[in-house]
C-alpha cells in the first residue's frame, strides 16, 4: 500500500528528494505521492519534519 501526505504538510519538500523513484511532487496546496509509482519504501515518512507522511 501506498504513502500517503497528510493535511499537515507543510510543503517543505524534505521528501520530494528522497524518493528512490520520483513518486513525490508539489501538488496544489501540498506535496503528492503518485501510489501507482510508491514502492513502499518508507524513505519519504523519515524525511518528514512533521510526521505528515504515512503508510496508506
Do not use: K, R
Not at 16 to 31: D, H, L, R
Not at 48 to 56: L, T
Amino acid at each position: 500500500m501506498a504513502y500517503v501526505i497528510s493535511d499537515s504538510c507543510i510543503s517543505c519538500g524534505s521528501c520530494e528528494s528522497e524518493c528512490p523513484v520520483n513518486a513525490i511532487s508539489q501538488g496544489e496546496t501540498q506535496y503528492v505521492i503518485d501510489a501507482a509509482a510508491c514502492l513502499d519504501c518508507g524513505s519519504c515518512e523519515a524525511a518528514c519534519p512533521v510526521s505528515a507522511i504515512s503508510a496508506g
